[in-house]
């Protein structure tokens, strides 16, 4: 069957491009072994596990393509989920966009995911691309805010204290997470029309915003949890254990 005759079907794009700095140096975030098995592959799992997902773009480093499809090709993904790896850009919103170019017509829900977010549950995912088909244009995954935060003025100078302005009212707080969902023509939209400045965007229903069209948040879950520092690392291993106890009950 067609991509046109099944319009319902979901595609990803993953950029996968960023160096991930704050894991210190050596190999790309995305590339980074996690059980032994980098974190990208994981991360693509994670996305094919859903059976609305019919095809992954995975935004390569752009340098870095040919290595990308090769660690893909050698890890067994699902047969009904294609992927397709394509070169990224300078900044984040530069290779989503890159991606969005890539994806083939007849699809017209877009998720868009962080490589560094390998352990997002397929129940997440399915709920973000049920949003969407129920009529939202920007859906987004989000966890209620634990801490009390503070908004602050930056200090100056490194290390010097930093005076509190605001303290907004958590129960308005969400922690947003991803796949983020789409209408795909919402999404090209926003990236053909939002200005690309400095580190570009980190958010793509952030862009959506700025065009006035309506974000809507699903639950999130504590196991989508983004990859940064080296402790995520030791909790990724936690619930990949967990979870290989509990498979084999």
Not at 144 to 163: F, L, N, S
Request: glycine share 8%; net charge negative; no cysteine.
């Amino acid at each position: 069957m067609s991509d046109e005759a099944r319009p319902s079907r979901t595609a990803v794009v993953i950029p996968a491009a960023g160096r991930g700095v704050r894991l210190g140096p050596g190999a790309p975030k995305a590339l980074r072994a996690l059980n032994g098995t980098p974190m990208l592959v994981h991360a693509v799992r994670a996305m094919a596990a859903s059976r609305a997902v019919s095809l992954v773009v995975v935004v390569a480093p752009p340098d870095g393509a040919a290595e990308v499809k090769n660690l893909l090709d050698a890890h067994a993904l699902p047969e009904r989920t294609d992927y397709l790896v394509v070169p990224g850009g300078d900044t984040r919103q530069e290779s989503v966009r890159l991606g969005l170019e890539a994806l083939p017509e007849g699809l017209t829900t877009v998720l868009v995911h962080d490589a560094a977010r390998p352990l997002v549950p397929v129940d997440t995912v399915d709920a973000v691309i049920e949003a969407v088909r129920d009529g939202a244009v920007a859906v987004v995954p989000a966890l209620r805010v634990a801490d009390t935060v503070k908004e602050v003025e930056p200090a100056e100078r490194p290390g010097d204290p930093e005076q509190v302005v605001a303290t907004p009212v958590r129960a308005r707080l969400r922690a947003v997470q991803t796949p983020q969902g789409f209408d795909r023509d919402t999404l090209v939209n926003a990236h053909a029309t939002v200005a690309l400045a400095g580190e570009g965007a980190t958010d793509d229903a952030g862009m959506v915003e700025k065009l006035g069209a309506p974000v809507v948040v699903v639950p999130g879950h504590e196991e989508a949890f983004k990859v940064t520092r080296p402790l995520d690392l030791v909790l990724a291993e936690a619930v990949l254990a967990r979870r290989r106890a509990n498979d084999g009950f």
